[in-house]
């Protein structure tokens, strides 16, 4: 058979397979072009799902006659002025869209730039144009979508699942520009210039309003380097990612490092089948980003994704692990001296509270902390967890974020006052949270081992463990290669002991799939976890108000003090005025 070359309509509808995968494409790309023409204001109409109709109208800069009959052309764009594919600062650049959606669909274009007479009408099926009165801006509609390749109808879902798949693409676009205005069929309004966590309302939900923490840093290494926005605490999560919004340079994505970098950070505040809410926006030098990846441009790649992901790891945590003081807002007022009073007996600043937990670590903790030794004559002892402080009764009540203790009910949470607030507090929960962070600053004690652990692997796995041979030594792990097919582990973490096969296997895969691997961190997170949960107080044991108090001063110092290693919470606050309304008092 003969070679010969394509015709045009076939090599549109074959690159529309890539561009145009659903009405939701669509709509993504319809409204990345208004926004590149400096759009403030867009609306979206969609009709059965779009598989009839999709409408967007902005009030960009619009196009003359010249522009608007080479926009169908096969890559015409003017969103790349100096040729440079690494130097990329718009949404659309391809020149694919247009053409792509025109020959699957039937497309017409209105479109004025304010500088000629008119404006301009196009149809697309027949290339003609002709003079319009329509007066500033663009409206591209869409109708029967996919009616020239009939085959791709019957892969689109119901209207009411296409409709949800718009519904996503516009919300992420209202996020990506809150400066714009935002209209979908009449009835979702994201209004322009809307403050960024009233924008985040409006997307997300009214319950995320005032749970959502602020992200903002710039790398010492890289001041182009910047990422800023918010996320939620880790009391509240969803059961999938749909609310997690990440942008790079303004653009929506859906990145893996991104992503594992979001999941890194929550680690230890929240379980991993539950997910974080977030709108992060990361801008860095455009040429360290290559955003040419797919013609969907929703995948990204990052010149340095290990310096990215460390980056963005560090900083939640950061956010995350503020102290409660500085991350709750309480108002605080002076118990009446009743009250003050009455408590006083209570708190001896002399005491130094001690907790009935048990004086060792448990065998399998002992020996993977250099710390956790005692020297000399000891006799091998381990050394406990210190968890005393003195109880300072002086305090104003504006230095106690949680406040003073009232009682305990139930055995199970500690009750106190803070301003015009009721504290309840989980005990277990706090102090399970205590005895995490204490745990993890506890360095790790390596043992050599006589024999090396060798586990045998592809040589593609081999060269994926190598990469992040020295990030594994951090935790604990120190490893080689062992000829072309086998990794050697030639120290471990004391008195750890895994199936370092499965384990090798499991960061191989998540090396080769998103250029790094949590698997070695999570191992240690849940053993600490585990151990922090079975050695702290009970549900069910009962407390003096000395250790109480202890425990909500311990817990207002700890780092991601709001919730336990498990995501649950660690206090409630209920407003005074609440309870009043419960008893008709307002």
């Not at 400066?179 to 209004?191: A, C, E, I, M």
């Not at 799939?513 to 585990?530: D, F, I, M, P, T």
Request: charged share 25%; hydrophobic share 40%; proline share 4%.
């Amino acid at each position: 058979m003969s070679v010969r070359v394509l015709p045009d309509f076939l090599v549109n509808q074959i690159a529309a397979g890539e561009v145009v995968e659903r009405p939701a494409s669509v709509v993504k790309e319809l409204i990345e072009n208004s926004l590149d023409a400096g759009a403030d204001q867009i609306i979206i109409d969609v009709v059965d799902g779009g598989r009839t109709l999709i409408s967007v109208m902005d009030n960009g800069s619009g196009m003359s006659r010249a522009d608007l009959e080479k926009s169908i052309t096969r890559h015409a764009t003017s969103k790349l002025p100096d040729d440079d594919l690494l130097n990329i600062n718009f949404m659309g650049f391809r020149g694919e869209a247009l053409p792509s959606i025109a020959s699957v669909s039937d497309m017409t274009i209105d479109t004025c730039n304010g500088s000629e007479e008119n404006g301009w009408y196009l149809d697309c099926a027949t290339g003609d144009i002709r003079p319009s009165d329509w007066e500033t801006g663009t409206r591209i509609k869409v109708k029967n979508l996919f009616s020239k390749t009939p085959a791709r109808l019957k892969f689109l879902r119901s209207d009411r699942a296409e409709m949800i798949s718009v519904l996503d693409v516009v919300k992420r676009l209202a996020m990506a520009r809150p400066d714009v205005g935002f209209v979908l069929n009449n009835k979702w309004r994201f209004p322009k210039n809307q403050d960024m966590a009233e924008r985040i309302v409006a997307v997300m939900g009214d319950d995320v309003r005032g749970r959502m923490l602020e992200v903002n840093a710039d790398s010492s290494a890289n001041k182009l380097l910047r990422i800023r926005g918010f996320i939620s605490e880790p009391t509240l999560r969803r059961a999938s990612s749909v609310d997690q919004y990440l942008f790079v340079n303004g653009r929506p994505v859906k990145d893996k490092v991104l992503v594992g970098a979001l999941r890194a950070a929550y680690m230890d505040v929240m379980h991993a089948r539950e997910f974080p809410l977030c709108a992060l926006y990361l801008d860095l030098e455009p040429r360290s980003v290559d955003v040419n990846v797919s013609p969907a441009k929703t995948e990204v790649h990052f010149l340095e994704p290990s310096h990215v992901r460390n980056f963005i790891v560090k900083n939640i945590r950061n956010v995350l692990a503020q102290p409660l003081k500085e991350k709750d807002s309480i108002s605080s007022s002076i118990f009446s001296s009743a009250l003050h009073s009455t408590s006083k007996s209570n708190f001896d600043a002399s005491n130094r509270m001690q907790f009935p937990l048990p004086n060792r670590f448990a065998p399998d903790i002992a020996f993977m902390f250099k710390t956790a030794i005692k020297d000399g004559a000891s006799g091998g002892q381990t050394e406990k967890i210190d968890l005393t402080v003195v109880c300072e009764d002086n305090k104003s009540e504006t230095d106690l974020p949680l406040g003073r203790v009232i009682g305990q009910v139930g055995n199970k949470y500690i009750l106190a006052q803070s301003g015009e607030n009721l504290v309840i507090v989980d005990q277990h929960a706090a102090h399970e949270r205590i005895t995490y962070e204490k745990l993890r600053k506890y360095e790790i004690k390596v043992q050599p081992l006589l024999t090396p652990i060798v586990v045998n692997m592809r040589i593609e796995d081999v060269e994926a463990v190598l990469s992040i041979a020295d990030e594994m030594k951090k935790s604990g792990v120190n490893i080689d290669s062992f000829g072309d097919d086998a990794i050697a582990i030639f120290e471990k973490p004391a008195d750890w002991d895994l199936n370092w096969a499965d384990l090798l296997h499991s960061i191989a895969d998540e090396v080769r799939e998103y250029g790094h691997s949590s698997q070695l961190c999570e191992r240690l997170h849940l053993k600490l976890a585990n151990y922090a949960c079975h050695h702290s107080v009970r549900a069910g044991q009962k407390l003096d108000f000395n250790q109480m108090d202890t425990l909500l001063r311990d817990i207002e110092k700890t780092m991601r003090g709001a919730e336990c290693n498990h995501g649950r919470p660690v206090y409630k606050m209920i407003p005074f005025i609440e309870i009043d309304s419960w008893f008709e008092r307002v």
